[in-house]
């Protein structure tokens, strides 16, 4: 299993970015798949999960009404479009599967929300 996450980048306040998280994974429609994001000096937190057929989503508090998490399982690949950005989301960002009882993460993209 392999997870690629890529779109990161610094963005003003009040800015946009999106996040793709490509998988090698077989069967990637079978499994649901989140985001999670760690700041500095912080845990890793929950930002977004999504159900293996993309009919069910959770956000956390801190993110609702502004990201929204979605997939392609055709292109293997999950999203997070993060709107209103605020210097409170900076961190790095991170896909995440569960598979027959064991977490795989991608190496991550930051996120740095800035002027």
């Known amino acids: 299993v392999q997870l690629v996450e890529s779109g990161g980048g610094l963005v003003q306040p009040g800015g946009s970015l999106r996040l793709s998280c490509a998988a090698s994974?077989?069967?990637?429609?079978?499994?649901?798949m989140s985001w999670y994001r760690q700041a500095p000096g912080k845990e890793r937190e929950l930002v977004a999960a999504?159900?293996?057929?993309?009919?069910?989503?959770n956000y956390a508090d801190s993110i609702k009404g502004r990201f929204t998490i979605s997939r392609d399982n055709a292109k293997n690949t999950v999203y997070l479009q993060m709107n209103s950005l605020k210097p409170e989301d900076t961190a790095v960002y991170y896909c995440?599967?569960?598979?027959?009882?064991?977490?795989?993460w991608g190496q991550g993209t930051q996120v740095t929300v800035s002027s």
């Open positions: 995440k599967v569960v598979r027959v009882g064991s977490d795989y």
């Open positions: 994974l077989f069967s990637f429609s079978s499994y649901g």
């Open positions: 999504i159900s293996s057929a993309g009919g069910s989503t």
